[in-house]
């Protein structure tokens, strides 16, 4: 472990420790324990070594947009799609990943989004960790990771980050603030607003804005979660014999959907119909 070394947060640590709004009844700590602290444990690592479904979805779909935007001329060919999708290797995809992402191709084709806009910046989303912005609150140092899929500029110089999605989830804004909070750091001269495209719904969210102050609310919030996380993760160094203890399951309906079922002990059955 280097010097540097520093408790961290994302927007995806706090997702593991509380779901959104409305999916409360359903959060499992148990599956951040899995997740974030039994990674490199072996039977761990070869689920995380898989992306899912949603996951291979995602991916394709952010770098499908990419690749439309890296030569626009894909957008006004008549085989623009096909191309894109060859790019992608998409003939070597589960049949679901090849049908979805066909019909998000064809939809972003038909209704480019982005190719009036002046593109800031737009990632492939498979660039790996982006580089961490190091946060302060009280005695408490962090890591702050936020991978941000495309930033627009809008005409007035507004900065607009953009995170693009798939699936039919709703949007968190919790996501949002997380990435407002990163801009304030990257670009603190800057007016900054984030918002949600998802590419299969071909739905926009609503501009999210945040004040100072809900920003340092969230950035106290980020630097309690980065602190509670460490200290957890050493319990269980301490004493793995407790991870059910630190991090409790909450097994249900939603286990079904779990990556880690296959090896977590307390996975309710899949009920038959
Ligand atoms: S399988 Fe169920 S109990 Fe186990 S970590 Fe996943 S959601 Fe939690």
Same mark, same amino acid.
Do not use: H, S
């Given at each position: 472990m280097g010097k540097s070394w520093l408790p961290f947060a994302s927007y995806n640590l706090w997702s593991l420790f509380a779901s959104a709004v409305g999916q409360e009844h359903w959060h499992c700590d148990m599956k951040r324990g899995h997740a @974030?602290? =039994? @990674? =490199?444990e072996p039977d761990v690592a070869a689920i995380l070594a898989q992306d899912t479904v949603p996951q291979t979805i995602g991916l394709l779909a952010q770098q499908g947009v990419y690749e439309f935007h890296l030569n626009s001329q894909r957008l006004k060919d008549i085989d623009g799609v096909a191309q894109v999708s060859e790019i992608l290797k998409?003939? %070597? %995809?589960a049949d679901e990943v090849q049908e979805r992402l066909n019909q998000i191709l064809s939809q972003y084709y038909e209704?480019?989004?982005?190719? @009036?806009k002046r593109i800031f910046s737009l990632s =492939? #989303?498979?660039? #790996?960790?982006p580089e961490p912005i190091k946060l302060y609150y009280g005695s408490i140092t962090f890591n702050l990771f936020a991978a941000i899929d495309c930033i627009l500029l809008e005409p007035d110089g507004t900065l607009h980050i953009l995170d693009l999605k798939t699936g039919h989830s709703d949007f968190d804004e919790r996501q949002a603030f997380v990435y407002l909070l990163a801009a304030s750091y990257l670009f603190p001269r800057k007016r900054t607003i984030a918002s949600f495209y998802n590419l299969e719904l071909c739905k926009w969210s609503e501009p999210i804005t945040a004040t100072m102050s809900q920003l340092n609310a969230v950035r106290i919030e980020l630097a309690r979660l980065a602190q509670r996380h460490e200290a957890e993760k050493k319990q269980y160094r301490k004493n793995p014999a407790e991870f059910d203890r630190i991090f409790p399951p909450n097994p249900g309906f939603r286990c079904q959907y779990c990556q880690f079922n296959s090896i977590c002990q307390f996975a309710a059955q899949e009920v038959s119909a």
């Open positions: @974030k602290v =039994r @990674k =490199r998409l003939d %070597q %995809q209704n480019p989004i982005l190719l @009036k =492939r #989303g498979n660039e #790996g960790f």
